[in-house]
């Protein structure tokens, strides 16, 4: 009896304190910036979702769309304001910064809050695009970037496309990659997200703690490191002076090379186990394999997870 009179009176407060002058607010703001080609983008957008596009457009054209409602008329107006980008334009660099600082305490209610900031391109920009838990989805051809850099703390990254090279880093959002023509260089460094990488690069460098790690297309050497994540990874081409790295503690490790790759080097686990269609000489235990072949270097190693190395069917 005690506790349900206890939650009738926590429920009587809260309906005491949702705001009187509870207000919605909107900003919708567009401004253009002339561009030319080689010119930065630099954009933090804190916790502002963030697009960009490649388009046919003679300049930078921006967007900023926010939404705040169910709280009081002040503290919508200084949410607004805190959320409202600053810009800096110079001949080479446009810089883009969001500030929300402090937002403090909004009030009970039914809180809404949407906050976006959009950018339309043209391909010889090169974005330098960060947020802390803001998504950043981003789609077009950049040419020039050399890399496209993209960070974020936990939001998810997205990009559909192609750059000459290309660099995540997250805390924990996923990056989801999806190229219509090769990298040059891909890097990526997560703690817990997943990094899946499809369309393919010359030379791959990814780093995670726990998330999965799923690369496709690969043309070139790989560097790759993982904790208790899963890594995933096809090559359509692989030189005879490609190398090959990976340490994983306990995920799986699944290779598949096309036809007519011919790896040396090691395969080896502590714990786990180790397959493969490439002739090589296994130990008695059956934890490693020396490759045979006079291509290729692999040094892969694993403390319990399983190591497969394959052959490629059809790649169409």
Aim: net charge negative; charged share 25%; hydrophobic share 40%.
């Amino acid at each position: 009896m005690l506790f349900r009179a206890l939650l009738t009176m926590l429920g009587a407060v809260l309906v005491i304190a949702a705001p009187a002058d509870a207000a919605q607010k909107d900003l919708n703001l567009t401004q253009s910036f002339p561009a030319a080609d080689g010119k930065r983008l630099e954009v933090d957008a804190a916790d502002l979702d963030l697009r960009v596009r490649t388009a046919d457009v003679p300049g930078i054209e921006t967007e900023v769309q926010l939404h705040i409602g169910g709280t009081g008329a002040d503290r919508a107006e200084r949410w607004i304001d805190n959320h409202t980008p600053s810009f800096e334009d110079s001949e080479d660099r446009l810089r883009i910064v969001v500030d929300p600082g402090r937002s403090g305490f909004l009030g009970f209610g039914r809180l809404s809050a949407r906050a976006r900031l959009g950018l339309l391109v043209p391909r010889g920009i090169i974005p330098d695009l960060t947020t802390t838990s803001g998504n950043i989805e981003v789609s077009g051809d950049f040419p020039d970037a050399r890399p496209l850099w993209l960070r974020t703390s936990s939001g998810a990254v997205t990009m559909i496309g192609a750059a000459a090279a290309l660099d995540v880093k997250s805390t924990d959002g996923d990056a989801e990659i999806q190229l219509i023509r090769p990298l040059e260089s891909f890097a990526a460094s997560t703690s817990s997200g997943n990094v899946r990488l499809t369309g393919g690069a010359r030379e791959a460098n990814v780093a995670t703690a726990s998330g999965d790690i799923r690369l496709e297309n690969l043309s070139g050497s790989l560097e790759a490191v993982t904790s208790t994540g899963k890594i995933t990874v096809t090559w359509d081409r692989l030189a005879a002076d490609g190398t090959v790295r990976i340490r994983s503690a306990s995920g799986r490790v699944h290779l598949m090379l096309p036809e007519g790759v011919s790896p040396r080097g090691t395969l080896r686990t502590t714990t786990g186990s180790v397959r493969s269609e490439l002739p090589g000489e296994v130990a008695a235990d059956g934890s490693t394999l020396e490759l045979a072949g006079d291509g290729p270097v692999f040094d892969v190693e694993t403390a319990s997870g399983e190591i497969v190395l394959g052959v490629r069917g059809a790649r169409y």
